[in-house]
């Protein structure tokens, strides 16, 4: 009986520690594999993690380097697997290395013949667009609450805070620039320019101890490219 690795990914904190989605995803591919004569033999799972990109994700790593010749990765959507085209082909190129095959549970996908490949193409595409569509969203909503100096969510972007403002009987909270923030941003802005890479920057903002937005000292390459790629920040 040929063997699959089942891979799982849920986005959010909420449902890491909740299991919210963990269940419904590991039956499901559980279900692809027993129909397809397929013996599930290890189940990785990512934990509120992006799926904007695929390198920085240790479980999803975990599992392709399982895979053998013959062997499938599962996954319960393409959209578990990757929201990137380009992630998503990396990895199909991977598999394909390997002798592997994809497995998408709930879109009947898989890249066993060359119709499957095409199809998994333009899913890809689809996952991208999505992806892109939120991000839009979620932007135009920061830009119009900066717009209107009123802050849109608990935590706010690296580089402005949320200041509480009574008005009335209400409190409501205003997003106004952190200095100090800004000051570390205009820095890597300039190790970007002269051609430093984002973990190297990474590195040197934790070696020099600066503050993440929540006070930890834990700054990731992933974490440097975003702030450096907010449009927020383009009027700074």
């Not at 397809?36 to 975990?62: C, F, K």
């Not at 700054?219 to 383009?234: E, P, T």
Request: include cysteine; proline fraction near 2%; glycine fraction near 8%.
């Amino acid at each position: 009986m040929k063997q699959a690795i089942v891979y799982i990914r849920v986005s959010t904190k909420r449902q890491s520690i909740e299991g919210m989605g963990l269940a419904a995803q590991c039956t499901r591919a559980q279900a692809w594999c027993e129909y397809s004569g397929y013996t599930m033999t290890a189940v990785y799972i990512e934990r509120g993690t992006s799926g904007r990109r695929a390198d920085n994700r240790p479980a999803l790593r975990e599992a392709i380097a399982a895979l053998g010749s013959g062997n499938a990765l599962v996954v319960y959507s393409l959209s578990r697997l990757a929201r990137s085209l380009m992630d998503a082909c990396h990895v199909l190129i991977e598999l394909e290395a390997i002798g592997a095959d994809f497995v998408s549970a709930t879109e009947n996908l898989d890249t066993t013949s060359s119709a499957g490949k095409l199809l998994f193409h333009i899913l890809s595409a689809f996952a991208e667009f999505e992806s892109d569509q939120i991000s839009d969203r979620v932007l135009a909503a920061f830009e119009q609450c900066r717009a209107t100096g009123r802050a849109h969510c608990a935590q706010p972007v690296y580089g402005f805070d949320h200041v509480p403002v009574q008005i009335g009987d209400k409190v409501k909270y205003n997003l106004e620039p952190n200095a100090t923030e800004l000051a570390v941003i205009q820095d890597m802005r300039d190790m970007r320019a002269a051609g430093i890479s984002y973990g190297r920057i990474a590195d040197k903002l934790n070696n020099d101890h600066v503050p993440t937005k929540r006070g930890g000292v834990a700054w990731y390459a992933c974490g440097v490219r975003s702030i450096l790629q907010n449009k927020l920040h383009d009027k700074d």
